[in-house]
């Protein structure tokens, strides 16, 4: 069992940086991969960036790369750096943990995930 809390959200600037954090329990962290998804207001849930469990594997969406940086540490962390922030940015973003096949594997696919937070809202404003 894996419980998946965020932290970090709030309201920013357009153009401002935030970091949001995933804190993850369980005992076989490392075995996880990790994703952050968000859902704006009347829209569906979309992927954001993942990382595989190594942490030497990461992919984005589009409209984030070269902003967003999502990165996981030893002590099951999960965090997504997001700089130059655009009012399109806001959502409420969640965490997602699924038991990862091989070290190097990404998901992209939110039904792929088991396990996620309660999401965190962040809102660029212009």
Do not use: H
């Amino acid at each position: 069992q894996v419980q998946l809390v965020e932290s970090g959200g709030g309201l920013v600037q357009a153009g401002g940086p935030l970091r949001l954090s995933c804190a993850a329990s369980g005992r076989t962290f490392s075995a996880y991969a990790m994703g952050w998804f968000r859902q704006a207001p009347g829209k569906e849930r979309e992927f954001v960036a993942a990382i595989s469990s190594s942490g030497g594997r990461t992919i984005y969406t589009d409209s984030v790369k070269g902003r967003f940086t999502i990165s996981r540490d030893n002590a099951k962390n999960t965090g997504l750096q997001m700089n130059s922030l655009k009012p399109e940015d806001t959502a409420v973003y969640y965490c997602a943990a699924v038991l990862s096949l091989r070290s190097g594997d990404t998901y992209t696919n939110d039904i792929d995930y088991t396990y996620w937070g309660q999401g965190t809202q962040v809102t660029v404003s212009s």
